[in-house]
Each structure stands twice: as structure tokens, then as C-alpha cells.
């Protein structure tokens, strides 16, 4: 499924079918989304490679005389970020959501629906720009389309309506990677050991980690048979997120460095690097 944009969110909801139609008009009908979450409230981090999974789930209030069958209409909510009417990006569902009533009046229906985001970075995600909080959208379509030729006359009209933003949105953020290597080994206590390493993130334009500088990390040692880090110090990235510092050494254990992360770029915690304290 290619990236859409929310002007022609019914064209995501075609795809749930496979249809495909040009832009025409329909009635607006009364729907109301409200108590939208994406991903129970929690940033999503994305690597370069792996497709991340995100649960949205709101509430859907319809006219009780609508059905909404996902065949000539749908209804879901997207993700995008930039503006309703101009998004920079956008994420629809690429399956129908699951939506189970909760009360019903004479006029209305009330549902709680649930659906997915299926978001694998090499199709969704294209630049450092796509690292933001994005906004949610609750978005119908309606098809009306004639495949019958035999008259010599076939027709496509959809339409659309869009309903954002909604909820607190979500955060997307660019995976990161830590390393660590403490040298020399074995070492005698007392003298000073060297611990190189480097920070990287995704970036989604190349397909590939890449350095991140200037950025705040923090040493931490383990002792042996110790079962908690403490911290040594702050180290800050340098030229291709290269880390690098000096402490003593005083006894055998694992050295790491971890990134608490940032707004845009998700934690990182190095694999423990052992060191023989002789």
C-alpha cells in the first residue's frame, strides 16, 4: 500500500477493496470520532527495516440509519502530520477496523472501534521530517460505480470527508543504536582503560543507520556479579556519533553507553562490553 494523502482519504479506504475511481462529491454524513488513542499514548519507534504495528482505538457515533460495510463505504481513522488539508504525510489502515456497539438511540449508534497501522518504513516514512508528533484523523468514503458495459456506459463517484485533528496524536520517532568496547583487556587494576563506541540512528531517506552527534550519553559499569548499572559519567557523541572516554580500572565487570533518546530519536542502550580486572 503507497502513502496517501488525507485530501483523498477515501482512496485509502478504495484500497481496503482494491477499487479505484475518480474524485467526484457525496453528502456529508454526521459522524463523530472522539477518544482517539494511537498506540495507548506511546511514541513509535521505527528502524529502517522492521514494520511496526500500531493499535489505534476511538469511539464512532453514526447515524443509526448508516451502514457502513467497507464495500461502498468506510470508515477509520488516519494518522498524518503538516495540515488537514495539506498533510506533509500520511498513514491509513490497510485492513477494515473492528467496530462493536456500545449504545444505541432512535437517531444513533455508538461503537468502539478498534483498527491498525500497519507502518513499514520504506514505504511510509521518507525523511527526517516524518520524526514529529503526528495528528489524528477520523476519515468516510462512499463508492458508487457502475462496471457494467454493456449499455456502453460505466461510471466511478466517490467522495470523501475528513475530521482532524483528534486525540493528542503520536509521536514517531527514528530508532536508535548504541555500541561499546572497553580496551585494554585484560588490564591491571588502577590503570586506565578506554571505552570507544558509537551512536547512530535511522534515517529513513538512505534506508540506513547513521551517526548522531552531539549528543548527550551516559557510562555506566556493572560489576560482575553486581545485577544493576551505575553511571561513571556523560560522555557527549562526536564526528559520526563517535564515543569515546578514559576511566580506571578497578574491577572486573561490563561497561555500556546509553542514550535516554530525544523528541525525535527514540533510546538506545549498548550490550554490556566485559573487562578482566587483574
Do not use: H, M
Given at each position: 500500500m503507497r502513502k496517501l494523502a488525507i485530501g483523498t482519504a477515501v482512496s485509502g479506504a478504495l484500497a481496503l477493496t482494491g477499487l479505484v475511481a475518480p474524485a467526484a462529491s457525496a453528502a456529508t454524513p454526521d459522524l463523530v470520532f472522539s477518544n482517539v488513542v494511537v498506540n495507548k499514548g506511546k511514541a513509535v519507534v521505527i528502524g529502517t527495516a522492521a514494520t511496526v504495528k500500531v493499535p489505534v482505538t476511538y469511539t464512532l457515533t453514526r447515524p443509526a440509519d448508516l451502514t457502513i460495510d467497507y464495500v461502498n463505504?468506510?470508515?477509520?481513522?488516519?494518522?498524518?502530520?503538516?495540515?488537514?488539508?495539506?498533510?506533509?504525510?500520511?498513514?491509513?489502515?490497510?485492513?477494515?477496523?473492528?467496530?462493536?456497539?456500545?449504545?444505541?438511540?432512535?437517531?444513533?449508534?455508538?461503537?468502539?472501534?478498534?483498527?491498525?497501522?500497519?507502518?513499514?518504513?520504506?514505504?511510509?516514512?521518507?525523511?527526517?521530517?516524518?520524526?514529529?508528533?503526528?495528528?489524528a484523523a477520523g476519515f468516510y468514503g462512499k463508492v458508487d460505480q457502475d462496471n457494467d458495459d454493456s449499455d456502453g456506459h460505466i461510471s466511478y463517484n466517490y467522495g470523501y470527508d475528513a475530521w482532524g485533528p483528534l486525540g493528542s496524536g503520536v509521536q514517531i520517532k527514528r530508532a536508535a543504536k548504541a555500541t561499546a568496547d572497553a580496551s585494554p583487556e585484560p588490564v591491571k587494576k588502577g590503570k586506565t582503560i578506554t571505552v570507544t563506541g558509537k551512536l547512530t540512528r535511522a534515517d529513513w531517506a538512505s534506508g540506513k543507520y547513521v551517526g548522531y552527534a552531539s549528543q548527550k550519553t551516559?557510562?555506566?559499569?556493572?560489576?560482575?556479579?553486581?545485577?544493576?548499572?551505575?553511571?561513571?559519567?556523560?560522555?557527549?557523541?562526536?564526528?559520526?556519533?563517535?564515543?569515546?572516554?578514559?576511566?580506571?580500572?578497578?574491577?572486573?565487570?561490563?561497561?555500556?553507553y546509553v542514550f535516554a533518546g530525544t523528541t525525535t530519536t527514540g533510546s538506545a542502550t549498548a550490550a554490556g562490553d566485559f573487562i578482566d580486572v587483574q
Open positions: 463505504n468506510f470508515a477509520a481513522v488516519s494518522i498524518y502530520r503538516g495540515s488537514l488539508k495539506s498533510p506533509g504525510n500520511e498513514i491509513e489502515p490497510e485492513t477494515a477496523p473492528t467496530c462493536t456497539a456500545t449504545a444505541t438511540t432512535d437517531t444513533t449508534v455508538t461503537e468502539a472501534c478498534t483498527e491498525t497501522l500497519t507502518i513499514a518504513p520504506q514505504d511510509y516514512l521518507y525523511e527526517a521530517a516524518d520524526a514529529t508528533t503526528w495528528k551516559t557510562l555506566q559499569f556493572r560489576a560482575k556479579n553486581a545485577t544493576t548499572y551505575t553511571t561513571v559519567k556523560t560522555v557527549t557523541s562526536g564526528t559520526g556519533g563517535a564515543l569515546k572516554t578514559t576511566t580506571t580500572a578497578s574491577k572486573d565487570g561490563y561497561y555500556r
